[in-house]
T-cell receptor
Framework: DQQVKQNSPSLSVQEGRISILNCDYTNSMFDYFLWYKKYPAEGPTFLISISSIKDKNEDGRFTVFLNKSAKHLSLHIVPSQPGDSAVYFCAARGSNDYKLSFGAGTTVTVRA | EAGVAQSPRYKIIEKRQSVAFWCNPISGHATLYWYQQILGQGPKLLIQFQNNGVVDDSQLPKDRFSAERLKGVDSTLKIQPAKLEDSAVYLC??????????????FGSGTRLTVV
């Protein structure tokens, strides 16, 4: 039973434009959400996170938005750069958990 | 600080054979995780250790998978016998005891297993 879903397996965007990645979750006990970035042959690396007490968190070109009532979060990358081409995973955990539940990932390709 | 080390990077075996993966976490990280990532899916937790004790192994297929973390440092994950559906990347991650934010949660590069 997949509790974190990323329904878009891929996204292609032109360099300089905005990339928007979406993620939905079903477990109402999740209270902390993270985005990871993964290059081929490497492990996932942390990108940005948000606690359920916030609805927005910004770090440079990356912003994560959380809509708890809709159980939905999104990652905005502005402006997109060629180095952003990677697989992006949405992850979540509960207040008493250390383990993460991951979505299936979205492959982002930034075109020059 | 050195990252999470995993070996081997790649492994190809025939079904019904056995295989073992090794992980060395970041120094001082008491919590260690093994995740399985099947192609096209997100990582799935197999087992979580805290020091040398198992915290969560609810998704570990115990009829064929086993893991240990002797002395609370290095860990090995074993599959015996392997099945075709075990083909995946096996990721090890570690974090500090009690640290639940992201910053202490570091993944290794993984071991890509192909079962033929």
């Amino acid at each position: 039973d997949q509790q974190v879903k990323q329904n878009s397996p891929s996204l292609s965007v032109q360099e300089g434009r905005i990339s928007i990645l979406n993620c939905d979750y079903t477990n109402s006990m999740f209270d902390y959400f993270l985005w990871y970035k993964k290059y081929p042959a490497e492990g996932p690396t942390f990108l940005i996170s948000i606690s359920s007490i916030k609805d927005k968190n910004e770090d440079g070109r990356f912003t994560v938005f959380l809509n708890k009532s809709a159980k939905h979060l999104s990652l905005h990358i502005v402006p997109s750069q060629p180095g952003d081409s990677a697989v992006y995973f949405c992850a979540a955990r509960g207040s008493n958990d250390y383990k993460l539940s991951f979505g299936a990932g979205t492959t982002v390709t930034v075109r020059a | 600080e050195a990252g999470v080390a995993q070996s081997p990077r790649y492994k190809i075996i025939e079904k019904r054979q056995s295989v073992a993966f090794w992980c060395n976490p970041i120094s001082g990280h008491a919590t260690l995780y093994w995740y399985q990532q099947i192609l096209g899916q997100g990582p799935k937790l197999l087992i979580q250790f805290q020091n040398n004790g198992v915290v969560d192994d609810s998704q570990l297929p115990k009829d064929r998978f086993s893991a240990e973390r002797l002395k609370g440092v290095d860990s090995t994950l074993k599959i015996q016998p392997a099945k075709l559906e075990d083909s995946a990347v096996y990721l090890c991650a570690s974090s500090r005891l009690g640290q639940r934010d992201n910053y202490g949660y570091t993944f290794g590069s993984g071991t890509r297993l192909t079962v033929v």
